[in-house]
């Protein structure tokens, strides 16, 4: 007998009062159909048409006396929280089903707390103006390290000989060189803007730029990468497929695009990256054979070993080492000798 009193005591620490849950949700106490006056088979024009009639009758405007203005604000905001929740399809549906199974208290403060908090705002329109920030952001970027890089080139005197003899041999920088060339010859001598303007846009034809300050491309920001991110998955899984029965099944032998592909991968660069290493750096990774992974390896270890030989002969390095082995920086202790 002891035992069943201590089960129902114990079972009873875990029973939930529905009425004093459901009390917070929606009307609270009140049902939202008989605030409005309506029954729950109203159509949204009949709920609209019996919130409006409520509205003007308790507007806290049409008394003047302050008790009944105090009523007359609490049942004004009970009538337009009924609204609230009766004209929309999905609340309304919710709050019928809560009516119906009171039971269900925890999925009740679920869906009622979900609409509460829910975004007002569509995700896909915030996602839509986010990724357009962010491409436009991209593609700005892009445009400022291009021409940057393009302002830096025009400045290089390697470069800028080469764009004024280009120039000079297409009769562009009209006769301030002083040559009389037939070209040159009736020209009127050009302002020092128009000049660098010239010797930019001569750079910018004749020179490919690579890595990072390449020229622009909407190819590159993010809309036309999630446009075409199937594309590339689909041009990924081929490349894969061709190597694996070309090299693997066939045994034919690599060529250039797929040493290099292995010697970006062993090097952790990308294409352009490896493009952008000095020319002396290449020579030297293909003399070594750097796509075979034992190769790799060994040269690997050597520029290591290289980098360290540089770094003991560095008077900078010598001196951090003399400084942390005289005890490096000062240590604060609390001892109170």
Known sequence: MNSYI??????SLFVINVDSLINGLYCGSENCYDLLNVTR???????????RALARKYHPDMTKVATDKQLYTEKFRAFANAYEILKDE???TDYDRMLDNPDEYYSHYYHYYR????????????????ISVISAIQYYSQHSNYYTAINYLVTVPKYRIQAQEIARQEGLLG???GESSKKNRGRKAISKQEEEAILKRIVEQNLDIKGGYKKPSITRVLWLQLILFPYYIFLSLKWHVRWFY?????????????????????LRINREQYEALPEKEQHQIWEKKVWIKENFLEWKTEKEEEQKIKLSESGRYKAYRRYMKSGGPGQITFDGD
């Open 175 to 177: 006769n301030n060189s």
């Open 6 to 11: 201590y089960l129902i005591f114990f079972l």
């Open 246 to 266: 070309k090299f693997h099944i066939n045994k034919h032998e690599l060529g250039d695009d797929e040493k290099i592909h292995l010697i970006c991968r062993y």
């Open 41 to 51: 088979s109203a159509s949204k024009q009949e709920i609209v048409k019996a919130y």
């Open 90 to 92: 999905e609340t309304r």
């Open 115 to 130: 609409h509460r908090y829910a975004p007002k705002v569509d995700v896909r329109i915030v996602l839509f103006i986010l």
